[in-house]
């Protein structure tokens, strides 16, 4: 059942419901490890389904456009106030509707159409929105793209200040979604110093781990740092930018009135509560945990012979080229969730193959980690995804559904929020 109870849309909708509540089991029997993805608390989802999705309140605390904002204006400057706290900056921004918006904030307060934007190419493990042609960030702006070197998959500094200093970039992104390694934000600072750029950290990925101790903070080289709060930050969907005092106005009015309307109210208060448990703690043994288990799960499957880029991980996050296990990223992906095992086909660098059917897979730990999962599973994990590639080679179909039934068997010792069985 879904936890909180959802007697009143069972009435009103029974099948909107029964969905509801099919995806809750769905998310309760398998293991999840689409490393952008988590389980919020129990109290994420109560703040987030509340009376709040019924206010408007376009402007900032204090400064609004409409009337009733009473407690409204409250529960923005909680989670202002506790986003600052935790990651010691000047000056947070919680209204961004998701990670997207946000970076498009940024190119609002820092750019104008066709100047030149610099940022880690998408098959590098960049995102779209730093400047990859098919965005509308490719498509307005001017954008340039750094690589990683082949040998290593790692970042290559030299080829990043070669580029700047050719190119001249205003803005330079440090950060992405496919990248296993710790983000040299002190050299990304140097670059950007020389060549007058402002550097943006989006740290949407592994905000939960720098709130964790668990990666190096960006605060203190960054000009500007945008998040997702819905990844390792394990709060509701939406997005926070952070800065220095120096960008604050820049950074507000390019949120509102530059590019939205009325913030989420009910979204703000699932930040406010997330980064209240990210204080906690035990969220800093949480962003441990999860790194711990991503090395264990690493190692596992280097021994089983998986090819990982980089040769390893330093945080949630393995990028596997499956090129040498004979099969594409997408047939195993497809695969490996009939097994149980839910993750995404994704590029690999240097990837020779289209990327709708690329060579690699990307997996995570940050929600097995929530689940309670520790690095004495993870050998087990790593078995159950070379059994799962064998049999999707053989076409084996029993073989996955044998896979699947037994992560079924090993997660019902670890409850998840959000649903009893
Ligand atoms: C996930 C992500 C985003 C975008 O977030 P959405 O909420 O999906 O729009 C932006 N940047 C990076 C690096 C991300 O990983």
């Given at each position: 059942m879904h936890v909180p109870p959802i007697p009143s849309l069972t009435t009103t909708d029974p099948e909107l419901a029964g969905l509801i509540e099919q995806e809750a089991l769905r998310q309760h029997d398998k293991l999840r490890m689409i490393a952008s993805e988590n389980y919020v608390s129990t109290a994420v989802l109560e703040a987030s389904g509340?009376?709040?999705?019924?206010k408007y309140s376009e402007g900032y605390p204090g400064k609004r456009?409409?009337?009733?904002q009473q407690y409204i204006d409250q529960v923005e400057t909680l989670a202002v106030e506790r986003a600052k706290a935790l990651f010691g900056v000047d000056h947070a921004n919680?209204?961004?509707?998701s990670g997207s918006p946000a970076n498009l904030a940024v190119y609002l307060a820092f750019l104008n159409p066709g100047d030149t934007v610099m940022g880690m190419a998408l098959p590098m493990g960049?995102?779209?929105?730093?400047?990859?042609?098919?965005?509308a960030t490719g498509k307005w702006f001017n954008s340039v793209r750094y690589n990683v070197a082949r040998?290593?998959?790692?970042?290559d500094f030299d080829e990043v200040r070669d580029l700047a200093r050719r190119e001249r970039p205003k803005v330079i992104f440090a950060g992405g979604t496919a990248i296993p390694r710790t983000i040299d934000f002190p050299a990304f600072a140097e670059i950007a110093r020389e060549v007058g750029a402002v550097l943006v950290a989006?740290?949407?990925?592994i905000a939960g781990l720098i709130a964790g101790g668990a990666h190096p903070s960006p605060v203190g080289y960054a000009d500007v740092i945008t998040t997702t709060?819905?990844?390792?930050?394990?709060?509701?969907r939406g997005a926070m930018i952070l800065s220095t005092a120096e960008h604050a106005a820049a950074v507000d009015k390019a949120v509102f009135p530059?590019?939205?309307?009325?913030?989420h109210n009910h979204t703000t208060a699932g930040i406010a509560v997330a980064l209240r448990e990210a204080s906690q703690p035990g969220f800093s043994e949480y962003a441990q945990q999860v790194v711990a288990n991503a090395k264990a799960l690493a190692t596992a499957l280097a021994e089983r012979g998986f090819d990982l880029i980089s040769g390893g991980?330093?945080?949630h996050l393995i990028l596997v080229d499956l090129t040498g296990k004979g099969i594409g990223g997408k047939p195993a992906a497809k695969a490996l969730d009939r097994a149980g095992i839910e993750l995404n086909y994704n590029t690999v660098p240097?990837?020779?193959?289209?990327?709708?059917?690329?060579s690699g897979i990307r997996l995570g730990t940050p929600a097995l980690t929530t689940r309670g999962l520790t690095e004495a599973q993870m050998p087990q994990v790593a078995a159950w995804m070379d059994e799962a590639v064998t049999a999707a080679l053989k076409e084996d179909e029993a073989a996955l559904d044998l896979i699947a039934a037994e992560v079924r068997t090993l997660v019902t010792s670890y409850p998840i929020p959000g649903y009893t069985p």
């Open positions: 509340t009376v709040l999705t019924n456009y409409y009337e009733g919680v209204q961004p509707y960049g995102h779209l929105t730093h400047g990859w042609s098919v965005s040998d290593t998959g790692r970042i989006d740290i949407a990925h709060t819905h990844k390792t930050l394990r709060g509701p530059g590019l939205q309307g009325g913030p991980t330093d945080n240097y990837d020779t193959r289209k990327p709708f059917d690329p």
